[in-house]
C-alpha cells in the first residue's frame, strides 16, 4: 500500500530510480576496483596458505562482508574461526587475524589485533587508511580507497556511510578466495561436499 502510494507520486519512478541506484553502486566499485593496488592484495595470499588458523573480525556490515569470506576459506579446506563466536578457540602464534575497518579506530577490533599480536599470531587488515592503531599493530594492510562511514561529503562514494568499503570487502575477498581455489584446484563437487547440512 506504502509502495503504490509512492509510485503515484509526480516525478517518482521507482523501478528507474533502482536501476540508476544499482548502476551507481556498480560504478562505484569498478572505480574503486581501478584504484587498488594488486601487488600490496596479493601479498595476502602466503599469509593464509601459511597459517595454522584463520581468525576473521570486522564490526556491522564490513562483519558481515567477512563472515562471507570466512565461510567461503571454510569450502577450501581451511580451519577458519570468526572472533566472537562461542565456539571460537584462543588465538595462538602461527595463527592469522583478518580484521576488516575501515578506519582502523573500532576498539573491538583494535583489542582484538593487539591480543593477536601479543599472542604471536600475524595480522592482516582491510581499510580505507594506513594510519591507524589498527594499522600499526598489523603484518600487512591492504588499503581499500573508499569513504569511511563517518565521511558524508560524498567525495569519495555518494552511497550512505561506508557502504562502498563494506561492498569492496565482500567483492575484493571473494576475488582471493576465486584465487585461492584456482591455485588449491579442488573440485567444485568436493567443496559442495564441507557446505552446511544442517540448514
Not at 562483519?63 to 571460537?88: C, D, P, Q, W, Y
Not at 592469522?96 to 589485533?113: Q, R
Not at 575484493?172 to 567443496?191: F, K, N, R, V, Y
Request: charged content about 20%; overall charge negative; proline content about 3%.
Amino acid at each position: 500500500m506504502i509502495l503504490n502510494n509512492v509510485d503515484k507520486q509526480p516525478g517518482t519512478d521507482l523501478k528507474k530510480d533502482i536501476q540508476s541506484n544499482l548502476e551507481l553502486i556498480l560504478n562505484e566499485n569498478r572505480q574503486l576496483a581501478a584504484k587498488l593496488d594488486y601487488n600490496q592484495i596479493a601479498e595476502i595470499i602466503p599469509f593464509i596458505q601459511n597459517a595454522d588458523r584463520i581468525f576473521i573480525i570486522g564490526a556491522g556490515r564490513t562483519g558481515l562482508a567477512l563472515k562471507s569470506t570466512a565461510m567461503r576459506l571454510m569450502h577450501l579446506g581451511f580451519n577458519v574461526f570468526v572472533a566472537g563466536e562461542i565456539i571460537t578457540p584462543a588465538i595462538e602464534k602461527g595463527d592469522l587475524l583478518i580484521a576488516g575497518s575501515g578506519s582502523g579506530t573500532t576498539n573491538s577490533i583494535v583489542s582484538a589485533a593487539e591480543k593477536a599480536v601479543k599472542a604471536g599470531a600475524q595480522v592482516v587488515t582491510l581499510s580505507a587508511t594506513a594510519e591507524s592503531p589498527l594499522a600499526k599493530l598489523s603484518d600487512l594492510v591492504a588499503i581499500i580507497p573508499a569513504a569511511q562511514k563517518q565521511d558524508h561529503g560524498s567525495t569519495l562514494s555518494n552511497q550512505y556511510a561506508g557502504s562502498l568499503f563494506e561492498q569492496a570487502v565482500l567483492l575484493l575477498m571473494d576475488a582471493i578466495i576465486q584465487t585461492l581455489w584456482s591455485l588449491e584446484g579442488t573440485p567444485a563437487e568436493e567443496l559442495w561436499r564441507r557446505h552446511a547440512n544442517l540448514e
